[in-house]
């Protein structure tokens, strides 16, 4: 059963436009959401993370948008450029128990058409 | 490197024949977590070291797979009897451990089982 429901699967963006992607989660025990960005070959690499006790959060050109009623989060690329492109997976962890083993999306492919 | 590293990068074995896989996380990093990323799916959790403790590996598909840190620090995820299903990668992930540190993943191994 995936945890955490991710959408679209793939994603077509003009440079210059706003990427969003979008993730779901059932278990309230998650509060931690990180997104990460993977290129072929390498491994995850954290972007942004986001708790619940906020609604946004903004690292230069990318935002986490969290809503914590409808168990929703999503990551927005402003500007999006066509180094962007890549594939970026949502994650939550219960990082309360220390033990803060990650549960993932199943990924959405961004490309950033010049 | 500072970064997680993990050997070897690419592995191709017949089936039935027995890998093992190498791990040497961030200096420091308690926490030591093994995925496995199929392709076109986002990485799912094997098992997760606290130290040498393995102290969850409810993530492990079989008891084909055994994984061990015995000095706390580099660790070795060993598959048995390899089956062509274990075709895939498998990360390796470091934290500091404490609630909310991020993971920093490897560029993981790329296991073909033929």
């Known amino acids: 059963q995936q945890q955490v429901k991710q959408s679209p699967q793939s994603l077509i963006v003009q440079k210059g436009g706003i990427s969003i992607i979008n993730c779901a989660y059932e278990?309230?025990?998650?509060?931690?959401f990180p997104w990460y960005q993977q290129f072929p070959g390498k491994g995850p690499a954290l972007l942004i993370a986001i708790r619940p006790d906020v609604s946004e959060k903004k690292e230069g050109r990318f935002t986490i948008s969290f809503n914590k009623s409808a168990k929703q989060f999503s990551l927005h690329i402003m500007d999006s450029q066509p180094g962007d492109s890549a594939t970026y997976f949502c994650a939550a962890s219960k990082s309360q128990t220390g033990a803060n083993n990650l549960f993932f999306g199943t990924g959405t492919r961004l490309t950033v058409i010049p | 490197g500072a970064g997680v590293s993990q050997s070897p990068r690419y592995k191709v074995a017949k089936r039935g024949q027995d890998v093992a896989l190498r791990c040497d996380p961030i200096s420091g990093h308690v926490s030591l977590f093994w995925y496995q990323q199929a392709l076109g799916q986002g990485p799912e959790f094997l098992t997760y070291?606290?130290?040498?403790?393995?102290?969850?590996k409810s993530g492990l598909p079989s008891d084909r797979f055994f994984a061990e840190r015995p000095e706390g620090s580099v660790s070795t995820l060993k598959i048995q009897r390899t089956q062509q299903e274990d075709s895939a990668v498998y990360l390796c992930a470091s934290s500091f451990g404490r609630r909310g540190q991020p993971q920093h993943f490897g560029d993981g191994t790329r296991l073909s089982i033929l």
């Open positions: 278990n309230t025990a998650f509060d931690y």
């Open positions: 070291f606290q130290n040498e403790a393995q102290l969850d």
